[in-house]
């Protein structure tokens, strides 16, 4: 019952053919975000300065679709999301 009603909200809410921007995404609440986003069928594009980090949580996010990790250079950032072709409905500033 809980599992059916939880995929009605799912279907409700979907985020599927969105793409969000996650900075931080290697952290706690970061990949929190992220996951919750995937979870309802959004693309990730993370970011974060730790890339050990970033590559476990993308080996996460993977099974739940397209998951892009972008080296946090600051200068080069919007412009590899634009090689990488992602309109983003989201920006998560994440401060440490």
Known sequence: MITRAFESVKELFSLKGRRAV???G????GSAIARGFAEFGADIALIDLD???MERVKGELE???YVVFIPPNVKH???NLGEEKLSFICLIPHKK
Do not use: D, Q, Y
């Not at 290697?26 to 609440?29: P, S």
């Open 26 to 29: 290697g952290g706690g609440i």
């Open 51 to 53: 890339a050990e980090s």
């Open 77 to 79: 950032c919007f412009r």
């Open 63 to 65: 099974s739940h679709g």
């Open 22 to 24: 996650v900075t931080g």
